[in-house]
C-alpha cells in the first residue's frame, strides 16, 4: 500500500459519515502535532474519505496544508462498510487497566496531557483503585478489584464486547 500526499483542499468528506467526530478533533490534532500522522487518510480514487475524518479535520485545525493518504481501490458498498466497521471497532475494545498503568509508570506526560481527564484518566498514574459512579469516586481494595477486573474480563472472553456488563452485573441480562 503506497502512501501519497493529498493537498488538504483535494480530499472531500463522505456525506453519509455516520460518525460524529468533532469532540475528538482536537485531541488528535494533538497528537498529530506531536508526533505526525500515525496513520494515513483511506480515500477512493475521487478522494472521498474513506477513514480518517476526524484527522482531515485536525490538519485543517493545525493548518496544515498537505497530509499523507491512502487510495483504497473498493466498490461503493465496500467503502460503506469500511467506514462503519472503521468507526465502530473501537467498541468492542477495552482496556487492561493494570497495563495501562505499567505503560504510563514513569512517564513524563508534561504537556502531553491531552488525552487524559484529570479527574478521572490520570487517576491510573495513583495506586489507588476506585470505581466511578455518576460523580462519585468508589474507593475499592485490591482484592475487590482483582474480583471485579476478573468478572469483568471473563465477560468480555465470553461476549467479546463490554457492551451489556452492567446489566449482567445487577442481573438485568444474560452474560
Known amino acids: 500500500m503506497e502512501v501519497i500526499t493529498k ?3 483535494e480530499l472531500i468528506e463522505y456525506e453519509g459519515n455516520a460518525r460524529r467526530n468533532d469532540a475528538g ?3 488528535v490534532a ?5 508526533f505526525g500522522f500515525l496513520q494515513p ?7 472521498v474519505i474513506i477513514s480518517g475524518h476526524t484527522r482531515l479535520k485536525a490538519a485543517k485545525q ?5 497530509v ?4 483504497l481501490d473498493l466498490s461503493e458498498e465496500d467503502a460503506k462498510l469500511a467506514r462503519i466497521i472503521d468507526n465502530k471497532s473501537h467498541e468492542y475494545s477495552t482496556w487492561d487497566v493494570g497495563k495501562l498503568h505499567q505503560e504510563l509508570a514513569g ?3 508534561g504537556f502531553k496531557t491531552t488525552f487524559f ?3 478521572r484518566d490520570r487517576k491510573f498514574f495513583t495506586e489507588n483503585k476506585f470505581l466511578i459512579f455518576g460523580n462519585n469516586e468508589l474507593p475499592i481494595t485490591e482484592d475487590e478489584y482483582a474480583r471485579l477486573k476478573a468478572v469483568y474480563d471473563a465477560y468480555i472472553d465470553r461476549n467479546k464486547t463490554y457492551m451489556g456488563f452492567v446489566m449482567f452485573l445487577t442481573g438485568g441480562a444474560e452474560g
Do not use: F, M, W, Y
Not at 494533538?30 to 506531536?34: A, D, M, N, P, R
Not at 487518510?41 to 478522494?47: L, M
Not at 493545525?62 to 498537505?66: S, Y
Open 7 to 9: 493537498r488538504v483542499d
Open 25 to 27: 478533533v482536537a485531541k
Open 30 to 34: 494533538e497528537s498529530i502535532k506531536e
Open 41 to 47: 487518510i483511506s480515500i477512493d480514487a475521487n478522494n
Open 62 to 66: 493545525l493548518g496544515l496544508e498537505e
Open 68 to 71: 499523507p493518504c491512502v487510495v
Open 107 to 109: 512517564i513524563d506526560l
Open 117 to 119: 481527564t484529570p479527574s
